[in-house]
């Protein structure tokens, strides 16, 4: 805690004292101001509180009074929580959870509904259904390398999966998976007008989910960069039109797409060009101590537009469905080029200009920066220094490099400003360091609790960022918070990088669920999203209006070949009907809409041990099927609340038994 | 967004501005303080973010520099989302999401470990999993009436269950349930040392599960009041002690139990005398209508330590194993007793003193003041108007209240500071009134947005509340924050109560997940919660050292008649082993020990495509089985950023083909 200590300024802050007494006459404190301590003045308020003076601008620099709204927000990873957080800046407020991965009730999100579960479903692993992801990189969708404010997408590392979140809604609309690889890390990251989502594996096995004995992994087992074709228009990604390259059984890490002058180009790094696979209970050494035994790895330098062009030619086999360009054909047709990078890096980022890309080497102290001019020269003139074991082509490190900053002990991440600063994440020495891109020198270091990983910049992987501010993702938190268990919450420190010279440190933020591995933080206003579904009976996942879509008066029960269905409505403060008798044993399909055309007119549906809840937004239409296997009665109700009668929004399932 | 206006106090705010840039000047925000604007001073920034200058006082009361802890920690229900949160105030940061009814794989609870599997299948229905819950109400564990720190119990509305929560490492260690009742809302809430935690029914339906057609609602629904015996020395609720008493078929609402004067009583609201039960498509009233007809409906009065002399004395009826008293018996034996109150009530608390019981009565204008020692006289001198259908004795409505408090339309739920103020939520007219316990009048009306529900305040439903801060939960948030699509947070609102007169708005905090029916906020200096299990190879659940824990040197792999079991440590950066080498169709067993004993450093164990995650906390043993149904090279690696080498920490699963 920071102890006040007076000094020669206090008479300053005691003439605040009149000030903030007169601003909290008012009392109420509607639309919004806010009211100040009754008991004493700002002074003895700081004093209380322990507050030092430039706490003081901390304050005012996060302080977001009611009703205002944030500037930016922050797109965060729910890590192994499976879901998306959406963060306002500065007030660092999270504003919401979206499920993703992981069934979430009070979304409705795949616990019933039918339209949500598909979407879920989409992700299935060898036909079964995984119910949490490790959610790693956000990408927000991209026009022009502009972030667009319609899309994100986000990849599950444990899973290899992929889902598009619409913005309109902040839904999950598609889930896809690949059972070509078996885990990803660099999912997700978008070309520059989101042509392609990016998903490359971390952890090498056969491609197409078969066995080989661990002894042929570098015979048998690949990695492989996905490229997810997107549709903007349907707002989905076509497998169809997707395809991949086959890549060498090295651990592949993070990617980031090429703008402006490398546009057309992808970047992947890896961190295990040892080929380790560990053993150590079979007498081989640990995957941490095998992968780390090389000074350099590689530098995945993709040419993709030349490989969709191969896709297009038919130069390509498939496996599992996936279209993939195999190691061989890659590496013949200038479409794959190494270029060792030094030790087990981390990120690999492109400068907002397109023409460097900037590598963090984890065990090592420098960014290293790339120049993209000098490695589309080296690779068109074929100017190689060798080739890995794979025959691809290898290009030389000290042709291929602008620079290198001497950073500190474990470089990891690095974001921009718009001003020629370049901001990294160092982990070993726990701090961020700025740093000039033009001469490669850290102009200031500051200190992080604890062990950062990345860093979210406003705009930060835009062709034009805000700077402003700057978010530590910080993997420990230990003392910052009140203890809470064994499990701690992550620390997102929000960070002032407005200024030309030092950073100043403004806000500690615990993330309560789920361990944040990236984020983008975009313009707030760029979100354009919806108040409620129209028209009535919509389906959140098709965005037209569903076929089973009930209006008022349209409320029936009819017995059919396939079950018992039910067409209802949810209005304030009643299901129609609220009395539904069916037989023990028979199939029963509720529709039901919410006739609600009001913002934040949302209701629930719960029905008692059978397992579901719906959250039914106003105009979204919902479906449930399931068989009604416990004779009985079952109360349902309205889960989320409503009105002054919203716990009498309620109605019986009564199940009869079988005679 | 407030505008700022400049007026002739500026002159003095002109003031800070040295005082600011020189606080700034250090740079580096290590442990305690944080930087201002570079480029201006205070007042500029005021301006620049439109903060007006109450708004001031709000940012310094509340705004919670780097590393230090927040006074109290605020325990919200996270309704149908069906987990814990845990909010530091006065920062409004949430600090942890507890999972509880629904499954929550950053937590590792019931995604494949098998300990906490098995806490949640204590809540199957009917012999099924149930993998969401609407949980209402949190009740912290109190000893002599004031909260101590140890538990927290929440109620499950949707399935009626209950579970309990350690506070030492914040895990759910126990849910239970009775198929005696479908549903329950009056849950959690303890007596004065926990001897019982109450969950009382909200919809009623016959008793035990059973079917009985909706016309013979009169006669065969009941509702039911279910008094947990909690063991504290043991940390679980034991069913085999517990005991219920059967109610009329009235929709129950909330409960509390008496305190001080009032120990061995409980007191619960009903909204549904009218016995309606819906049928709008069968030509009767929907519930919200029929259950709106009367002015009245029935507070039941409850001498808990007389029914438990009762069972005690074997007159109850076991139904679903659960020991019953039935409405006869309880009327008969001065158990039960019945006081009209106004109109369709939902929260009834009980004063700090013990001495009134407070109802709002939804519907209707006032805060209702019973007396305690009114209601027992009469009680006691069975001094009765009159009998209710089902032969409950009923006292006389004003010769049970000491007085009516006129509150404005729609009061939901009271809380109480220790100066002799109750804080009475208003629904319909969205405010909080503080109003004189002593002369039952209002001293002062706080606007609230929007649509408040309930109230917590600190340390509010103990013997002895610190007043200070008010939490207003407000169900709608509509326009206060960024927009989000159709599904919106709920707003806390950060009330200061600390003086002898109005109340004033602090901050607006948005709930991301889930929507919070109460919360209770207790001193955070009374949870002592641990920062690693010891010793090494703790079940959380047991907190015994597990049977299968593994030291260091101690890994093997065993086959047996069961299956493969694989004795595993987890440590930073490496599983061992780390290949694992089975054949399709093998049960495997993993016995997962993390042998660290460092603060924070947990590890993840996620298993690709087989829908298994874990959390291992320091110290902390897990189990995991599954079987081997799918050939092939399954990676598995640690899901918990915990070290530089933390990618690297992973291992294979090999399952060979069956030949």
Known sequence: MTVFRPRATLASLALWAPLALAACGGGTAGGGGAGATPSGDILSLMQARGLSEADVSAALMTYTP?????????????????QLLVIGVPSMRIIKYVGVFTPEPWQGYATGDVATERVLDGGNRFG????????????????????????????????????????????????????????????????????????????????????????????????????????????????????????????????????????????????????SYGGNLEGRPSLESGASQGDMDYLHCINWRKAEELVKAGRTTTIVGMKVISLEVAAAEGVLFFVPEPKSPHGVDITPDGKDIVVGGKLDTHATVFSFEKIAAL?????????????????????????????GLGPLHTQFDGNGFAYTSVFIESVVAKWSLKDLKVVHKLPMHYNIGHLCAAEGDTVSPDGKYLIGMNKWAMDRFSPVGPLLPQNFQLIDISGAGDMNLLYDMPIPLGEPHYAQMIKADKIKAIEYYTPVGTNPITHEKDPNATLAKQERIERRADGVHVWMTAVRSHFTPDTIRVKEGETVHLHITSVEQAFDATHGFALGSYDINLSIEPGRHCDVTFVADRAGVFPYYCTEFCSALHLEMAGYLLVEPKS
Chains 1, 2 share one sequence.
């Not at 890995?388 to 082509?393: A, I, L, M, R, T």
């Open 379 to 407: 690779a068109s003139a074929k100017k190689f220094v060798g080739k890995d074991p794979y025959g691809v082509p290898i290009l030389d490190f000290k042709e291929s490099i602008r620079g290198q900053c001497e950073i």
């Open 66 to 82: 009611t009703g205002k709204h944030d500037e930016y927000l922050t797109f965060a990873s729910g890590g192994h929580g499976g």
């Open 128 to 275: 079964k259904r995984v119910e949490w992801g490790d959610m790693h990189h956000p990408a927000l969708s991209e026009t022009g390398g502009d972030y667009d404010g319609q899309f994100i997408f986000v990849g599950d590392k444990a899973n290899a999966r992929v889902a598009v979140v619409g913005l309109s809604d902040f839904m999950t609309r598609q889930i896809v998976t690949s059972e070509l690889i078996q885990s990803d890390h660099g999912a997700a990251f978008v070309t520059p007008n989101t042509d392609y989502v990016i998903e490359t594996s971390q952890y090498p096995a056969p491609l197409g989910g078969g066995y080989a004995p661990i002894e042929e992994f570098n015979e048998k087992y690949r990695g492989a960069a996905i490229f997810w074709k997107f549709d903007r228009q349907r707002g989905r990604i076509d497998p169809t039109a997707s395809w991949a390259i086959e890549l060498p059984p090295y651990m592949q890490d993070l990617a980031d797409a090429g703008k402006l002058v490398s546009d057309g180009w992808a970047f992947m790094n890896s961190v295990n060009s040892e080929r």
